[in-house]
């Protein structure tokens, strides 16, 4: 079946360091979405890829989709200690639905 | 947050007891899913319903079941717990619209003894 793998599984940087998690899945996905999940918290819809080589940006957030549409990126620049938490990518198949979760990025953030 | 609850939120059962985990939607949402989160693991899909009386397996169904008798409700029971069904289990759901995005309830942490 498909597998979403993302590295690192864990960084840990500074506040104003940027920050970049990688997602690689071992099947060409119709679309890309990306979750976020606050300590505690449930995962969070930011947002959705699905073009080939696509870029969009949420103020300091930078999302890609790779050309062959089978990875994809999120890069925060200057990190704030908001940004803490786990980051998810979750790749669609373009059928009924579904998606599948990668493991996720930890993301910790100190002063 | 789209009318997503969940019930209980927290459950520490014995091995060998059914569980039942409710999910409750109020934005009449078609799609329902259950996912578990385990560390290392990110999220599973264990089912999901695309309607009322229409569901299917995800990767990780062995030892559960659901049940959608109305558009609002996606049930999942674990049939006989066990150990490795400790876990924090997330419903999840998805309208039709721009964005495709899913919504998730706040969880229920399980803990099997």
């Known amino acids: 079946g498909q597998q979403v793998m993302q590295i690192p599984q864990y960084q840990h940087v500074q506040e104003g360091e940027d920050f970049t998690t990688y997602c690689n899945s071992s099947t060409t996905l119709s679309n890309i979405q990306w979750y976020k999940q606050r300590p505690g918290g449930h995962p969070v819809f930011l947002i959705q890829?699905?073009?080939?080589?696509e870029v969009k940006k949420q103020k300091r957030l930078t999302f890609q989709f790779g050309e062959a549409k089978k990875n994809s990126s999120l890069h925060i620049t200057a990190t704030q200690t908001t940004d803490v938490g786990t980051y998810f990518c979750a790749g669609g198949d373009g059928t009924a639905s579904k998606l599948t979760f990668g493991t996720g990025t930890r993301l910790q953030v100190t002063l | 947050d789209a009318g997503i609850t969940q019930s209980p939120r927290h459950k520490v059962t014995e091995t060998g007891t059914p569980v039942t985990l409710r999910c409750h939607q109020t934005e009449n949402h078609r799609y329902m899913y259950w996912y578990r989160q385990d560390p290392g693991h990110g999220l599973r899909l264990i089912h999901y319903?695309?309607?009322?009386?229409?569901?299917d397996k995800g990767e990780v169904s062995d030892g559960y079941s659901v049940s959608r008798s109305k558009t609002e409700d996606f049930l999942l029971t674990l049939e006989s717990a066990t150990s490795s069904q400790t876990s924090v289990y997330f419903c999840?759901?998805?309208?039709?619209?721009?964005?495709?995005?899913?919504?998730f309830g706040p969880g229920t942490r399980l803990t099997v003894l």
């Open positions: 890829l699905v073009k080939s080589g």
């Open positions: 999840a759901t998805h309208g039709q619209g721009a964005g495709n995005e899913q919504f």
């Open positions: 319903s695309y309607g009322v009386k229409d569901t």
